[in-house]
């Protein structure tokens, strides 16, 4: 018995398995019902409701000309993390154990536009130091809290939100929870931005278990679309977006709603209109 | 696994001394005083020399500068990261600087300021060992990157023979080679007002005058490339070729608005196509990642994709400033339309060297005015 001990007390510290985690592993259709005309034809040019934004963010938005997506340096980049679960192509999630202690040290999640692989760290190892690079999907770690699986992220180019120029910056941070019930996962995510969002801006997706393993691969090889001048980016002055309030003609929306900002996602918003 | 995640997963835990983030922003804040009381005079402020964005990293108080505290490096450390290939990135926080190993030596880009040149060097000795520091090249004339040159020079030997060692004699292989574009040594040796006085160990040994000068060491073709009027006069971006990393000084920082010294030959119409001009070099990996890395003069490790972001940001503040200019407005009239104001958040600074209101004017006098200071030509 006195030998026994050491080993037994041994397995109690060193594999401690969290037991109320889920297994996410899978490949998961995206349930587009949820804004869906966001998701999936693309948001209209200056459609900020209910957004949080700043009034930076909107000047960076109605500056935005998507003749920007034509530029060679642009063609080829993936959706960030931040905005990647938003899209239409298949979620896979992959775990990867550790063999001696069979604990999950890296879940792994692709989606397959242009290949948005993303590894989040479920061994504790710190964030990497503040002079290291960014990169689309960001650095992530992640914990269970129950089943629930809480990543964060940070260390991300600066990105976006919307595709229609509603953009972040290189410091922003995002706080994921995936909940499973069954075949259905629930994704929500919570975006910090200290220059483009005045309060945290919350989102959720939905997802189905499939199947269908099928991912294809997403090459991409940028060309040149249009000739410019060298180095000429495409945008608008301030003040002159011509499509900036088609959004709020097209449905009728006041044009300081269609402008965004955190009042805007509020009941309360509709009866201050009126007065 | 995709090899970017090995890299961030390398850089989380071997590659890198850790050290937390706030503690770091508290030393930028610390150097950011530091390196104004280093830099001179409060005229400064109007032309330029990057720094950290004070405002936003918790508004450092510039008084110092004026008062003439003691600056205080002892707590500034001074880390490295492997990029890749043979180039290090070293920062210090505030500043960054590269060394290149290899089986000839060490060559170094810039050196930083003076009282970090020890620091720097025991960085050197961790990365290398006993090899020697052969080649020292700056990337433009300003202290925060030129400020350890005398020290670190000294440290390194230079292979010297035939003509050259019969009439400078062998102590010319007593320090390492200052490589840099003519206009740094001009700097150096007739500063302008308000321009410190450089020792002369300090000075380049070797300076070009040409577009572009060519190094080979440590098995790998170094292009030195002039950028002429961009952040000064005698800008250089560094390309190790065959590590594949791109060092940029001034020209490009992800800290601050770009930051133009009129007085030493800067224009932003230089600055961007400065930056056009590392867009060109860089290859980024499939989805935009990756590839060729960038180690700015300030500001953390980047790939093309950062890089186009600030491309983006400049010359669409160019175009808005130009179009200002045109429609004949007055630099009261910019300053008060703010343009640049979708930006100012993350990159401007209400106090400090290089604040919003500094950059505006900048901006505006050198699309206005129509050549730039230049020192040579």
Known sequence: MRRIFPFVAAALFVSAPAFAQADLGGVWAPLMHEDQPERGPGPEIGDYLGLP????????????DASILTVPEHQCKPHPSTYGFRGVGNLRITNQVDA???????????????????????????????????????????????????????????????????????????????????????????????????????????????????????????????????????????????????????????????????????????????? | MKSRGRLQADRGNDDVNQ????????????????????????????????????GRQGGAAPAGRQGGAQQNFDNVEVR??????????????????????????????????????????AEIKKLAGDKQIRYIINTHVHPDHTGGNEKIARAGKSIVGGNFAGQVGQQAANQAQIFAHENVQLRMSQPGPNEPMRPFAAWPTDTYIEAQKDLYFNGEGIELLHQPNSHTDGDTVVYFRKSDVVVTGDVYVNTTLPVINMQQGGNLNGIVKALNTIIKITIPKEKQEGGTYVIPGHGRLVDEADVVEYRDMTTIIRDRFQDAVKRGQTLDQVKAARLVRDYEGRYGATQGFWTTDAFVEAAYKSLSQPQAVTRSN
């Open chain 1, 53 to 64: 934004i700043t009034a930076a963010m909107r000047l960076r938005a109605e500056s935005w």
């Open chain 1, 100 to 275: 001696d202690t069979q604990q999950v040290t890296k879940i792994f999640t692709h989606i397959g536009w242009q290949e948005q692989e993303r590894e989040i760290w479920m061994d504790g190892r710190p964030h990497p130091p503040e002079f290291a690079p960014h990169t689309w999907q960001g650095f992530s770690t992640g914990h269970w809290e129950g089943n629930v699986l809480v990543v964060e992220t940070d260390h991300l180019k600066a990105g976006w939100i919307r595709r229609n120029g509603l953009a972040l910056t290189d410091n922003a941070h995002m706080t994921e929870r995936f909940i499973r019930h069954g075949d259905v996962l629930t994704h929500v995510y919570i975006i910090e931005d200290p220059y483009y969002l005045t309060e945290p801006l919350i989102k959720t997706n939905g997802f189905r278990l499939t199947t269908d393993l099928t991912m294809a691969p997403y090459p991409c090889a940028s060309v040149v679309e249009v000739v410019r001048e060298d180095g000429e980016v495409p945008h608008h002055l301030p003040g002159s977006n011509p499509y900036i309030s088609s959004f709020a003609t097209k449905h009728h929306v006041p044009v300081e709603a269609a402008s965004g900002g955190a009042e805007t996602a509020l009941p309360e918003y509709a009866k201050k209109l009126k007065k």
């Open chain 2, 19 to 54: 050290t937390h983030t706030r503690k770091t922003l508290a030393l930028g804040i610390v150097c950011t005083v530091a390196i104004a009381l280093f830099m001179g005079t409060a005229g400064r402020a109007q032309q330029g020399g990057a720094a950290p964005a004070q």
């Open chain 2, 80 to 121: 490295s990261l492997h990029v890749q290939g043979q180039v290090w990135m070293i920062n210090a926080g505030f500043v960054n600087a590269a060394v290149q190993i290899g089986d000839e030596g060490v060559l170094v880009v810039d050196t930083l300021v003076e009282p970090l040149a020890d620091k720097f060097l």
